[in-house]
């Protein structure tokens, strides 16, 4: 069984700053990716960052030079520094993980249960 479960979140004023984190555990393999998504009411849920565990790293273009995503391998734990929030920023952050169990030989996604940002202008 692996969960990932997120920390932080919460209200911030615009221009304020925000750090999710999310753990990853269980019977766990190996970590491919882990990444951030949001879905903000009546949006469909979009990817945020992501990062591999070689550390390489993806983001939207609308958090580009804001956000930052990082890993600590060690931890099976990712973390996403939000800056210079904006109110459109705001929505449910979930976290994914691509993740191989100890008794798999594939990789499976992996929701966390989400966390809700709220940026007030």
């Known amino acids: 069984q692996v969960q990932l479960v997120e920390s932080g979140g919460g209200l911030v004023q615009a221009g304020g700053s925000l750090r999710l984190s999310c753990a990853a555990s269980?019977?766990?393999?190996?970590?491919?990716?882990m990444g951030w998504y949001r879905q903000a009411p009546g949006n469909e849920r979009e990817l945020v960052a992501v990062?591999?565990?070689?550390?390489?790293?993806n983001y939207a273009d609308s958090v580009k030079g804001r956000f930052t995503i990082s890993g600590d391998n060690s931890k099976n734990t990712a973390y996403l520094q939000m800056n210079s929030l904006k109110p459109e920023d705001t929505a449910v952050y979930y976290c994914?993980?691509?993740?191989?169990?100890?008794?798999?030989?594939?990789?499976?996604?992996?929701w966390g249960q989400g966390t809700q940002v709220t940026v007030s202008s």
């Open positions: 994914n993980a691509k993740i191989r169990g100890s008794y798999s030989l594939r990789y499976d996604d992996y």
């Open positions: 990062i591999t565990r070689g550390a390489s790293t």
């Open positions: 269980g019977s766990i393999f190996n970590i491919a990716t």
